[in-house]
């Protein structure tokens, strides 16, 4: 069977009854919202060989996902693996979100129309050529509009072990292109134009004489206090102060270029110098 | 290769919002810090009666103020029958000098400021307390409170000793196994200090009005 479409999940299957809430009908609004499903670049993979596996999100037009990072309110996208013995699935790379300032000073990072995140699998080296890895992807989330509703999913994803798979085509490819143009690179491949100077627990950061930047803190550093104002600057200085002993500054720095171009970088400093 | 299903749950319950009014730049209101006086407030529930702050705490009550909303799937979460995580403490506190507060500082035209919606969900979530309401946001601002449920505690001094979550499971679907509302309390009812005095609170965000 070839792997170059990805199958969008049917909607009903089986709905978990929660306490009053009701199960989604058929006329249900807000049945939908998110449709997910999972595919992998390649058609197989190779005994010990890396294949990327990206689980996409479809969004209802005008609704948001959350991205796994500092929030102030919603819930960030989870995918939990189950792999069989000997298989190594890999951390999600997603790619950046965008800031969502609501009134209140509420600012949430979040995804919207679709977002692919991407998990490296990577086969046994004992793995037998004809047989099928079966891969399980357990996914919840939070898509909001005005209001928001709770979703959650179990994808299974039957990879096969190759001696030489393909390359994804079409729709699979597309998609897991979107995807890396949104992933951060890491903070060496921007030169020595990105620096992060600290003045006790104030970090700044600066990118050459980029003009515009964001900042969005991940789920690996300090969280940032007052984001909804600081976490943008068209001044080319972001001044981001945490109210913590110890800060750790990590997550990806965004320099916005003309349009919507622009480039992201994983940036990770900790107060005395980098690490 | 193929690719399937094994379950999906959406809940066609509506929830959260996201909304409100900027908090003007240099605003003389009192502001809420862990370790400071609470700011007081009076406020007006449902049933047409007014709650000030002082007032419970000046008799000798610990205060505890949760942000509600009546369609936010995590505070549903809390509000099933197979959790009822506030009811549950409130119940367990009868006798005890502890007064439970809600507040919707939701805006009034929005569903989950909307009255009739707020006296339904009272119902169905077994709520028999006070919901105060807040449509103008302004003891919400106060309190910098950003989601619902989110939570504070006041001792019986009127000094804000917890700012946060309820539990620790950050999830629209499951409850914690630790109550960091219940473990304040219990600790200021003890003449204990609140050993973790401030968690990230997490939930729906409030729908303020402009």
């Given amino acids: ?275 | 290769m193929k690719f399937g299903t094994m379950k999906r749950a959406l809940f066609a319950a509506t929830a959260v919002a996201v909304g409100g009014a900027l908090i003007a730049a240099g605003n003389a209101e009192p502001k809420a810090a862990v370790g400071q006086a609470a700011p007081d407030f009076t406020l007006t529930d449902y049933q047409g009666n007014e709650h000030t702050l002082s007032s419970y705490t000046d008799k000798g009550h610990v205060v505890v103020l949760e942000w509600y909303s009546p369609e936010c799937p995590f505070v549903k979460k809390h509000y099933r029958d197979d959790t009822q995580t506030m009811n549950n403490l409130i119940t367990a506190w009868e006798g005890k000098p502890v007064t439970w507060l809600r507040v919707n500082s939701a805006k009034l035209d929005h569903d989950y400021g909307n009255r009739e919606i707020n006296m339904k969900s009272f119902e169905k979530f077994k709520i028999t307390g006070p919901v105060l309401i807040d449509g103008t946001g302004k003891v919400g601002k106060m309190y910098g409170a950003k989601r619902t449920p989110e939570m504070y505690v006041i001792d019986t001094n009127g000094t804000l000793v917890y700012h946060g979550a309820i539990d620790n499971d950050r999830s629209a679907r499951d409850a914690g196994d630790v109550n960091y509302v219940g473990k304040a309390v219990a600790e200021v009812i003890a003449g204990q200090p609140v050993s973790t005095p401030t968690t990230n609170a997490y939930g729906c965000s409030i729908k303020y009005a402009n």
Wanted: glycine content about 12%; proline content about 8%.
């Fill in chain 1, 1 to 275: 069977m070839p792997l170059a479409q990805p199958i969008t999940v049917a909607l009903s299957a089986v709905a978990l009854a929660l306490g009053a809430a009701p199960d989604p009908g058929p006329d249900d609004p807000y049945a939908d919202l998110v449709r997910a499903s999972v595919f992998a670049e390649r058609t197989g993979v190779e005994p010990g060989g890396t294949v990327w596996v990206g689980v996409h999100f479809e969004i209802e037009d005008g609704w948001h996902t959350y991205w796994p990072g500092q929030n102030d309110s919603g819930f960030g996208t989870r995918i939990e693996t189950a792999a069989p013995e000997g298989v190594v699935v890999g951390a999600p790379r997603w790619p950046a979100p965008k800031r969502y300032l609501a009134p209140g000073d509420i600012l949430d990072h979040v995804h919207e129309r679709a977002v692919t995140a991407l998990l490296p699998v990577t086969a046994p080296r004992d793995a037998e050529v004809g047989s099928v890895l079966e891969l399980s992807f357990d996914l919840s989330w939070l898509v909001c509009e005005d209001v928001c509703i709770p979703g959650w999913e179990t994808l299974t994803l039957a990879l096969p072990v190759r001696e030489s798979p393909d390359n994804a085509t079409g729709l699979v490819a597309e998609r897991i292109g979107a995807a890396r143009a949104r992933l951060p690179r890491a903070i060496d491949q921007g030169g020595t134009r990105i620096a992060v100077t600290w003045r006790g627990s104030l970090a700044e950061v600066r990118a050459g004489g980029a003009k515009n930047l964001s900042f969005y803190p991940d789920e690996g550093g300090s969280s940032i206090p007052g984001l909804a104002t600081s976490g943008t600057t068209t001044s080319g200085v972001l001044r981001l102060a945490f109210d913590t002993p110890e800060p750790v500054l990590s997550g990806v720095l965004e320099i916005h270029g003309s349009g919507d171009t622009s480039e992201l970088f994983l940036i990770r400093s900790a107060r005395g110098g980098e690490d």
